[in-house]
């Protein structure tokens, strides 16, 4: 049977083809749009874990009621010790050290003296460490515009609108004015290897990122750590999850008694996000439901009329002797095939221009200007596993369903007026 | 009664002129004492940080004048070859890891010196009290077991650039010096700042501190202790220190 | 009008079809207005809350050396009011606002702020000035904002000290009773700073008569005389906030797009269908005397019938929908001014004339052309064949 119906679907094109297309087109709106969503809201919410928060922070308690003002002198001491726990006690995740700072920059030029100054922020992280995941965690490969990521120690990256605002490019020095822990005025000269584009504007204007060993010697800090942030290897925010770790650190390795204990926070406490967060994807999920449930409107109607144009053929056949029965499975078996022709093909063409979308991105950023808010100027989709079965559920499903329901006046009709619809 | 008045205040007047004597004349003494022609000198200064951990800063200076100094750090390690050279108003500071001369201005001035209570400014502030304020003697009292008067100043009208602009000051009644200060707001009743010398030293014929603490007093902390180890007064310089040039040599 | 009534016929008669076809188009219409509304709504406060309070109607002139982002530049950006803005100051069209740099210590923690001075009577910006009064203390009457108050741990009735310089560098320190605490969205009205008389703050800070801004009721004709002064436009005041509309904005219109294509796959898949499928009917009504343009004709009014008749289900299953969204609003968690957006708790949404007659237009014009398309293969078609169904 399945050979005669794959030959009937081939030779009528009007049968196969067509609602094939339909199917395809549907399916591939629904796992677009779907991964278009994932996309715009894992990337919000990416972009503070990775900047900013981890999805675990851990700092000491003084360090982390004052944060604000990033109280380096408040850090966590003997970091090397800590990390070293947190990686054979805590292994499910990615350990990372940051330090952030403040502080003037200065250009200078051939004679030493001062040709620009500008305020501006600095964030240590791990350049050289010997498993350090903190290149990629940036995607500084694909920022980077000019010069080389970091060589040796004193290079640093440059956020690309500070660097024009200081007329500064690759291969330029420039010096830092801060102060160390102990609240002495530093100056340090870093050279600027690279010019990164974040794609964010805060930070594309006023940041730049050095090694984190040069900036804990610059501020004096020795072996002390003022944010160690966590990162689950699925890469992706798991706020269960992070809770649960939170609370068993805490109880285990934090005293409420001393300031200088560590304290983990979750990144939706560190960020001020959770009822964001909670709102955001239940207001995701919705979308996502009425947009499959609109789809799946669509599709069903295509399979329902899939079969009521054929009542007429179908009466020819129950003319001829077949059962209800068989003619109901045979138009049930086809629109499956039609379905799942559909479904699969929508699915990789959507897939395609998700992936498309997730590695190349689309990039508002001109329509932005000089935002101030720390906000994505590239907005990029993202595959996750269930985009490649959401598109079933319209597709195969409701198509299905379309075709079973029609499919069922089989059963009602008798031969005679099935028959007679061929004639109209 | 009536013949007795003028008697009384005849006689009455030259005690209390003795207990009042001139504030300006007491003023011009601790100037003679505090503010130096040239010096050189060495000092420690005690900080102790958010975590109640104590740094020692040590560090030798030249000074010329009211508003020509220079400072270079000497421990601990990483703050050696540090130096600081006041020319008028104008503070720069040369580290030789960055090998760069830079102007701290405006508000990098008022920051505290290594978290510190005190800041740039204070550090080079050696000015003299009679030009920047009118003083009248309040009271006497002993502190430290040293008999003071009391001088309230308040800063003269028209002066510039007075960080101050009242002072209470207990005066060592013999050595002239001002064993304890308290810093005021322009509204003369905000405090913020407590100063005191805590031992003194003399240096051929005149007194000078030897131990100096200088409290913020609005700010949580222990305060900052200034130590003189060794300085010597009316040093000839040379006068190339003085440049921004020569703080990279 | 024939060829509508037969529309119509067809169209009921095919029953669960084309309602199913409705059902779809007219989800797509409320969800794409629904959605348009939110942004408008959002985009409005914003726009009110940015306008009103924090900058004023008619934008600001702002002394030549402030730079609102960059709190280095506050020590030297004051100057006398520009003689232009004198009239207006007196008639409380014009607000001047004096910003100096101030240190509080709450806790004995060091924090440095922003200290504003602001005429307590000024009616520009949408800020409880008139609450800026002496209380029993008889100290400067300060008002804060809610946040500041969280920050530093203040209540009303608290006194604060505050420590500034002068113009000349000399230390002055006053303590302020907060007389008031607002609740305010905007976060640049709170955060980092206090609101005190602005003839106080001047004789603070030894500066009669002088401001860094100038709030404006309606905006300021030509270029202000004196060089001191740049007149700062809403759209130089709101780039930020425009900016991120337009962020949002694509964002949204993406997903309309997402939902046009789903609308018209519907229309356009019962089109081709259709016309498929009743070829006899064509070939009939040919042979009635239809001309092949009226048969398009007839097939085209079928299909962006849907649309209409969608249209008026969407009107009646959007409005509770748009008036709730309009009277009760959208409540979010924990508002957005957290995250730097001028949001309260609720967001209204906006269902305009323009939006609401602008959607229909665009969607059922689109819906005409999906249902035009497929029929032109009416064209090649000849009656006899079409009769016999081929």
């Known amino acids: ?424 | 009664m009536r013949n007795l008045l003028p008697f009384l205040l005849l006689g009455a007047m030259p005690g209390m002129l003795m207990a009042q004597p001139d504030a300006e004349q007491i003023l011009r003494k601790i100037d003679k004492q505090m503010v130096t022609e040239s010096a050189e000198a060495t000092a420690t200064m005690v900080i102790t940080n958010r975590r109640g951990r104590e740094t020692r800063i040590t560090s030798r200076s030249w000074s010329k004048g009211e508003n020509t100094s220079l400072v270079e750090y000497l421990s601990p390690a990483r703050e050696k070859g540090v130096k600081m050279l006041r020319l008028e108003d104008v503070l720069w500071m040369y580290t030789p890891q960055a090998d760069r001369v830079i102007q701290i201005s405006g508000h990098m001035l008022r920051q505290s010196v290594s978290g510190s209570d005190l800041s740039y400014e204070d550090m080079v502030d050696n000015g003299k009290l009679l030009d920047l304020y009118d003083a009248a003697v309040v009271g006497e009292e002993i502190f430290m077991d040293r008999a003071c008067y009391v001088l309230r100043l308040r800063a003269k009208e028209g002066s510039d650039e007075v960080t101050y602009a009242q002072r209470k000051v207990w005066v060592d009644k013999t050595r002239y010096l001002p064993l304890k200060e308290e810093r005021y707001a322009k509204n003369g009743t905000t405090l913020l700042k407590n100063f005191e010398i805590r031992s003194v030293q003399k240096i051929g014929n005149r007194w000078y501190p030897k131990e100096m603490y200088f409290k913020d007093v609005l700010a949580k902390g222990q305060g900052t202790l200034y130590i003189i180890d060794d300085i010597k007064f009316d040093v000839t310089i040379p006068e190339y220190m003085f440049t921004k040039a020569a703080l990279r040599e | 009008m024939i060829l509508f009534k037969l529309a119509w016929r067809n169209l009921v008669g095919a029953g669960l079809r084309t309602w199913l076809n409705v059902l779809v188009l007219a989800m797509a219409f409320i969800l794409m207005i629904w959605g348009k509304g939110v942004v408008d709504g959002m985009a409005y406060q914003l726009n009110d809350a940015m306008t009103n309070i924090e900058f004023g109607k008619g934008g600001q002139i702002w002394h030549s050396e402030y730079d609102a982002m960059d709190p280095l530049t506050i020590e030297d950006s004051h100057a006398a009011y520009p003689e232009e803005v004198n009239t207006l100051i007196a008639a409380h069209t014009a607000a001047p606002i004096l910003i100096r740099q101030g240190t509080i210590y709450p806790d004995g923690r060091m924090q440095t702020i922003k200290v504003k001075g602001i005429h307590p009577e000024q009616e520009v910006m949408d800020l409880p000035t008139d609450q800026i009064v002496k209380g029993a203390t008889g100290l400067t009457p300060a008002l804060i904002g809610q946040k500041m108050a969280d920050k530093s741990g203040l209540e009303v009735g608290d006194l604060l000290t505050v420590r500034w310089r002068d113009a000349k560098g000399t230390f002055d320190a006053r303590e302020v009773e907060i007389v008031h605490i607002m609740n305010t969205v905007v976060q640049t009205v709170d955060r980092n700073q206090i609101w005190i008389p602005l003839d106080e703050l001047q004789e603070m800070s030894n500066l009669q008569g002088e401001a860094t801004v100038i709030a404006l009721d309606d905006p300021f004709e030509g270029v202000p005389a004196s060089a001191a002064w740049v007149y700062r436009d809403l759209d130089f005041l709101m780039k930020d906030m425009n900016d991120m509309i337009k962020s949002k904005n694509f964002g949204g219109n993406v997903m309309y797009g997402i939902l046009f294509a789903i609308a018209l796959l519907a229309i356009f898949d019962t089109q081709v269908l259709a016309i498929f499928r009743r070829k006899k009917e064509m070939g009939t009504l040919m042979a009635l005397g239809f001309t092949r343009a009226k048969v398009i004709g007839l097939f085209t009014i079928e299909g962006s019938m849907h649309g209409l008749i969608a249209f008026a289900v969407g009107f009646i299953l959007g409005s509770p929908l748009f008036y709730l969204m309009t009277t009760k609003g959208y409540a979010i968690p924990g508002g957005m001014d957290d995250y730097g957006m001028a949001l309260g708790n609720v967001i209204y949404g906006r269902y305009g004339p323009d939006l609401l007659i602008g959607t229909t237009f665009i969607l059922f014009l689109t819906v005409v052309l999906v249902s035009y398309l497929p029929t032109r293969k009416i064209s090649k078609l000849t009656p006899t064949d079409a009769l016999r169904g081929k």
């Open chain 1, 1 to 424: 049977m399945f050979r005669f119906l794959m030959k009937g679907m081939l030779r009528d094109r009007h049968r196969s083809l067509l609602p094939s297309i339909v199917v395809a087109m549907g399916v591939l709106l629904t796992v677009f749009m779907f991964c278009y969503m994932k996309g715009i809201f894992d990337d919000f919410f990416n972009n503070a874990a990775m900047y900013d928060s981890g999805h675990v922070k851990i700092t000491s308690r003084a360090y982390y009621a004052e944060k604000d003002v990033l109280p380096n002198d408040l850090a966590l001491e003997d970091g090397p010790g800590l990390m070293e726990m947190l990686r054979s006690e805590y292994p499910d995740l990615q350990w990372s050290e940051r330090v952030k700072f403040g502080g003037l920059l200065d250009a200078f030029d051939e004679n030493r003296e001062t040709r620009a100054q500008v305020g501006a922020g600095g964030i240590g992280i791990d350049f050289f460490g010997p498993d350090t995941a903190e290149q990629n965690r940036w995607n500084l490969r694909a920022g980077l515009q000019e010069g080389t990521l970091p060589q040796k120690p004193g290079d640093i990256l440059m956020g690309k609108t500070l660097a024009g605002q200081m007329h500064l490019s690759v291969e330029d020095d420039v010096t830092l004015i801060s102060s160390t822990v102990n609240g002495s005025m530093v100056l340090n000269n870093f050279h600027v290897s690279g010019i990164i584009y974040f794609g964010t504007p805060p930070l594309d204007k006023g940041v730049f990122l050095a090694d984190i060993n040069d900036v804990k010697a610059m501020l004096d800090m020795g072996d002390w750590s003022s944010e160690i942030l966590g990162y689950f290897n699925s890469s992706h925010y798991d706020d269960l999850q992070a809770e649960a770790l939170t609370m068993e650190f805490n109880a285990a390795k934090s005293d409420s008694t001393d300031r200088f204990s560590p304290l983990m926070t979750p990144m939706l406490d560190d960020a001020g996000l959770r009822e964001y967060f909670g709102y955001a994807s239940k207001a995701g999920s919705i979308m996502s439901f009425i947009m499959i449930f609109a789809m799946g409107i669509v599709l069903w109607n295509t399979g329902l009329m899939g079969a009521i144009r054929r009542y007429g053929e179908m009466g020819l056949r129950l003319a001829v002797g077949e059962s209800k029965g068989h003619v109901y499975r045979s138009l049930i078996v086809e629109s499956l095939g039609v379905a799942l022709m559909g479904t699969i093909v929508g699915t990789i063409f959507g897939l395609g221009f998700s992936y498309w979308l997730q590695e190349v991105g689309f990039d508002i950023g001109s329509m932005m200007g000089d935002s101030q808010m720390l906000m994505p100027t590239i907005i990029r989709a993202h595959i996750t596993p269930a985009a490649f079965y959401i598109g079933f559920f319209p597709g195969v499903f409701a198509t299905l369903l379309g075709a079973g329901l029609s499919g069922l006046r089989i059963f009602k009709r008798d031969t005679a007026s099935l028959f007679k619809e061929l004639e109209t």
